[in-house]
């Protein structure tokens, strides 16, 4: 069940870090 989660988050936080590369720095 964990794993699956992380799974989720893992490619999720990739897209999100892509879009809002500037945003995560700040």
């Known amino acids: 069940m ?3 989660v992380h799974l ?3 490619p999720h ?3 999100r870090w ?3 590369s500037t ?3 700040n």
Do not use: A, V, Y
């Open 2 to 4: 964990e794993l699956k």
């Open 8 to 10: 989720q988050i893992i």
């Open 18 to 20: 892509k879009h809002g």
């Open 13 to 15: 936080k990739s897209e």
């Open 23 to 25: 945003n995560f720095q």
